[in-house]
């Protein structure tokens, strides 16, 4: 992309152009690099808005209970965006429909939303996702709701992002105790039960509750009979004004943990490098070959890198 255009594509983000903002992550998914040059220009004003992860199983209700919160939200006076990151769609983007579909009521009420796909590759998404929270924090949406599937099914673990993580069962998964206590008691500032009206509800509320304790909230909900949703909305005010105090503190550990993923995503890519060098090849000529056994060439190549 040419300068000019990035000057021109600033000044649209900067009106808060809709299709500006859509083409900015666009670039932000495909091109690292024009991506980089864009954030450095807007990089002194982001870091300025709420995360919202909403996390749990498959099917569990997250994009119903999105598509209701955020109006709500708007009602309230916020300016609420949404990302769905769906680890099952492709750049293609077939896949995405079935959110994007569920989210259509949301297109007239101002409220942007996109879907992500998240890819195979290690870091691809939770590289770029950083860079487009930024982009959405330039344009001023606040809080920044985003989707995921959860614990260690995607790449990303919302929690290092999200500055409110709220984890959503519902009794139709077959969630019990042991699939709960698989990673995603620990993340939760807000649990919610959702499908009340289907039966098992309860009996998964009372589990859940006795298990994660008085410490956290935890909600029953239904989409379908709109139940619940006013206590949750008002769960999350309180802890958006929380948080809002908080921030400042705990930006540290969230720079940290991007930091991180900046720099390993630099080495994977030196060490993929290196990898595809003649010395290396060499290496693994000499493995087949049982010249050198394997960990003697690992530390051989590592130190390649680091010199
Ligand atoms: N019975 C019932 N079904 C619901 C409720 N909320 C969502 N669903 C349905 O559950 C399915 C999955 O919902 P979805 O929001 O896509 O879940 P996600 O995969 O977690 O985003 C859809 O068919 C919804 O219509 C609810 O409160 N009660
Ligand atoms: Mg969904």
């Given at each position: 992309?040419?300068?000019?255009?990035?000057?021109?594509?600033?000044?649209?983000?900067?009106?808060?152009?809709?299709?500006?903002?859509?083409?900015?992550?666009?670039?932000?998914?495909?091109?690292?690099?024009?991506?980089?040059?864009?954030?450095?220009?807007?990089?002194?004003?982001?870091?300025?808005?709420?995360?919202?992860?909403?996390?749990?199983?498959?099917?569990?209700?997250?994009?119903?209970?999105?598509?209701?919160?955020?109006?709500?939200?708007?009602?309230?006076?916020?300016?609420?965006?949404?990302?769905?990151?769906?680890?099952?769609?492709?750049?293609?983007?077939?896949?995405?429909?079935?959110?994007?579909?569920?989210?259509?009521?949301?297109?007239?009420?101002?409220?942007?939303?996109?879907?992500?796909?998240?890819?195979?590759?290690?870091?691809?998404?939770?590289?770029?996702?950083?860079?487009?929270?930024?982009?959405?924090?330039?344009?001023?949406?606040?809080?920044?709701?985003?989707?995921?599937?959860?614990?260690?099914?995607?790449?990303?673990?919302?929690?290092?992002?999200?500055?409110?993580?709220?984890?959503?069962?519902?009794?139709?998964?077959g969630d019990n105790i042991q699939t709960i206590k698989a990673g995603l008691t620990e993340i939760g500032d807000i649990y919610v039960i959702n499908k009340s009206d289907l039966n098992g509800s309860l009996q998964l509320y009372k589990s859940i509750q006795d298990y994660i304790g008085e410490s956290k909230t935890v909600l029953l909900t239904s989409t379908k009979n709109k139940k619940g949703i006013n206590k949750l909305v008002k769960a999350l005010i309180v802890l958006l004004d929380t948080k809002n105090k908080l921030k400042k503190l705990n930006s540290k550990s969230k720079i940290k943990y991007e930091l991180r993923d900046i720099v390993l995503n630099n080495i994977k890519e030196k060490v993929d490098m290196e990898l595809k060098s003649s010395k290396s090849l060499n290496y693994l000529e000499q493995i087949e070959l049982k010249k050198i056994n394997i960990f003697e060439a690992a530390d051989k190549i590592s130190n390649l890198l680091i010199k």
């Amino acid at each position: 992309m040419a300068p000019h255009n990035i000057t021109k594509l600033l000044l649209d983000l900067h009106n808060k152009n809709r299709k500006s903002i859509a083409k900015s992550i666009s670039l932000i998914e495909n091109d690292q690099k024009i991506a980089r040059k864009l954030i450095n220009k807007i990089y002194k004003n982001t870091s300025t808005s709420l995360i919202i992860g909403i996390t749990g199983p498959a099917g569990a209700g997250k994009s119903s209970l999105i598509n209701i919160i955020s109006l709500e939200l708007q009602k309230l006076g916020k300016n609420p965006a949404i990302l769905a990151i769906d680890p099952t769609s492709h750049i293609s983007g077939g896949a995405i429909l079935g959110d994007r579909i569920r989210m259509n009521e949301l297109t007239n009420s101002g409220i942007y939303v996109r879907s992500i796909a998240s890819r195979g590759a290690t870091g691809a998404i939770s590289h770029s996702i950083h860079n487009i929270i930024r982009i959405l924090e330039y344009t001023e949406f606040d809080p920044i709701i985003i989707e995921s599937v959860g614990a260690g099914q995607t790449e990303i673990e919302i929690s290092n992002i999200a500055d409110i993580t709220v984890v959503v069962f519902n009794p139709n998964t077959g969630d019990n105790i042991q699939t709960i206590k698989a990673g995603l008691t620990e993340i939760g500032d807000i649990y919610v039960i959702n499908k009340s009206d289907l039966n098992g509800s309860l009996q998964l509320y009372k589990s859940i509750q006795d298990y994660i304790g008085e410490s956290k909230t935890v909600l029953l909900t239904s989409t379908k009979n709109k139940k619940g949703i006013n206590k949750l909305v008002k769960a999350l005010i309180v802890l958006l004004d929380t948080k809002n105090k908080l921030k400042k503190l705990n930006s540290k550990s969230k720079i940290k943990y991007e930091l991180r993923d900046i720099v390993l995503n630099n080495i994977k890519e030196k060490v993929d490098m290196e990898l595809k060098s003649s010395k290396s090849l060499n290496y693994l000529e000499q493995i087949e070959l049982k010249k050198i056994n394997i960990f003697e060439a690992a530390d051989k190549i590592s130190n390649l890198l680091i010199k």
